[in-house]
């Protein structure tokens, strides 16, 4: 097999038909067809069902494998020309959305004065789809909330922020400053789904003190809970970031003590070594937090962001 073969069939999954994938490639849909039928010879599968053009089960896989190849050959090259200090290559990032509203202004900013021939490709996504992409290698890092376990991936802390229970102005709790977790017990809540990076850390905390969290429902995205919680829906127990103080006078946030902070981080595929492009980044995001998080309320940093020294 060679990498014309595996970019046709990447080019075929991307692009749903031969034609286009041929169009895309720059070539002829007989030389897009020729490569792919020669990847199935030499696998002894079919690839694409050429009754409706998807991909097959085994197709699938081997596009996942295709991409990431692929990738790999891009930063290679990426790498070899980088040797002279002028950096550049892809950088293809995953980022939290709630982390992405205020950082990426920033961090690409930054990028483009200096590493301008670095290319950013921002996905934006929740930890939980994000991660199987870093692992995969269709992305080289990402800025995800812990936690997470795999140990594929190098994990590295950026910041912690407060989580706090957000309300509606209407909402009968709006007038609280303050309230413990054994108060919310009977309060139905906007939840994060089981297992979820979020949920896990709630339910940790909720099992600490003893309180059992009721959900009015389960919601899979920390920007959509703040949403629902400012449409008056119900009450949302969020990270600080997810509520900008520009977000209107409607929304009240209560402070519960006993939540721990979210803590996000910066993860990485333990191997192969991250490209120069991808190296470059992550340097200058540490910048960019260091500059920019304390003008976040509720973002901390250094020592006093992780209490007692533990990463939840």
Do not use: C
């Not at 099992?207 to 009721?214: G, N, P, Q």
Request: net charge negative; no cysteine; glycine share 6%.
């Amino acid at each position: 097999m060679d990498v014309r073969q595996l970019a046709a069939i990447v080019a075929v999954a991307d692009h749903g038909t031969f034609s286009a994938a041929a169009r895309a490639l720059y070539t002829v849909q007989s030389n897009v067809s020729g490569h792919v039928a020669k990847l199935e010879r030499e696998l002894g599968i079919t690839l694409v069902d050429r009754s409706n053009g998807v991909l097959t089960e085994q197709g699938v896989r081997v596009v996942e494998r295709a991409r990431r190849v692929l990738h790999e050959i891009d930063d290679i090259a990426a790498d070899i020309a980088s040797l002279d200090n002028d950096i550049s290559g892809d950088a293809r990032i995953g980022v939290i959305g709630t982390t992405a509203r205020w950082l990426m202004p920033q961090l690409l900013s930054a990028i483009g004065r200096q590493h301008p021939r670095v290319h950013p490709i921002i996905s934006e996504g929740q930890t939980t789809t994000i991660v199987p992409g870093v692992v995969s290698g269709q992305l080289n890092a990402a800025i995800i909330h812990l936690p997470i376990d795999d140990p594929e991936l190098v994990v590295e802390p950026l910041f912690a922020e407060d989580l706090l229970l957000l309300v509606h102005s209407s909402h009968p709790l709006a007038a609280r400053e303050t309230m413990s977790l054994t108060e919310l017990e009977d309060v139905p809540l906007l939840l994060p789904p089981k297992g979820t990076p979020l949920r896990r850390v709630l339910d940790r905390a909720a099992r600490s003190a003893d309180v059992s969290l009721r959900p009015l429902a389960e919601i899979d995205g920390v920007r959509l809970l703040a949403s629902l919680a400012f449409d008056g829906y119900g009450a949302a127990i969020v990270p600080a970031t997810a509520a900008p103080r520009q977000s209107g006078d409607d929304l009240r946030r209560v402070l519960v003590p006993e939540l721990p902070r979210r803590v996000v981080a910066w993860v990485r595929r333990r191997r192969p070594a991250p490209s120069a492009a991808t190296t470059a980044v992550a340097a200058i995001l540490t910048e960019v937090i260091a500059l920019h998080a304390h003008e976040q309320p509720g973002v901390h940093l250094g020592a006093e962001a992780f209490p007692l020294n533990r990463i939840p």
